[in-house]
């Protein structure tokens, strides 16, 4: 008990040797300690906020109150990468990496680009197989992911399969509908790709279904594709009024020598 007694003494003699703190040194104290404490996000390491994702600070009334660190910005981009699809790809298909030798390609590269820079229509790349309009379309899908909007790839091939599968499973269908409608830019490559017309014919009342989702909301579309829009008048007129309505064009003429994939 006695020595139980001296160890609370001797606590209290050295409270007692701790300095009196103002409430505004008190609240700065509190501000440290906070800002001190290390927590525990992935994916990148932040040094500014040790990974808590949000700072500290004090207001007028020195409460603490706290804003999101500048690194959830990079957290959310590297998380809509990982979600894009375009994750495999992305490092290699740029800008700078498109090789623009020819007219035809400095002009589609240019185009791409001044489209990246201000996307605020959508975008409908069409014509010769081989081109690099995979590769345009994801370096801008890149630069748009870097300024922290969420971008979602669909192979066109691989989302008609999964419409037609999910067709007459309500649920499963309008799902997909409803994730093609929210997400914020939305690229859709080859689109109506198909191995012969008639298949092409068979896919129309899909595409219309996605196209027709995507000009009723506010976000940005990238289409690339082997048929001009003039093909696609010739298929479905409401489909092509759409697109023709909301996009910007880069049509690369179809020409021998411009397949590069066969060089």
Partial sequence: ???????????????????????????????????????????YDCPECKNRGHIAYLNENKDIVSRLCKCMKIRCNLQYIEESGLKDIIQKCTFDRYNAAEDWQKYAKQQAMQFADNPETWLYMAGQSGAGKTHLCTAICSKILNSGRQVKYYLWRDLFHTMEQRRFREDGYFELLDEIK????????????????????????????IINARYNTDGITILSSELYISDIYALDEATAGRIQEKSKFIQIKKESGRNYRLR
């Fill in 1 to 43: 008990m006695e020595q139980a007694m001296q160890a609370i003494q001797g606590l209290f003699e050295e409270a007692n040797k701790l300095p009196v703190l103002s409430p505004d040194e008190f609240a700065q104290w509190r501000l440290e300690i906070e800002n001190k404490a290390v927590g525990n996000l992935t994916g």
């Fill in 182 to 209: 929210r997400t914020d830019v939305v690229y859709i490559d080859d689109f109506l790709k198909a191995p012969d017309r008639s298949k092409i014919i068979g896919m129309i009342d899909s595409a219309f279904e």
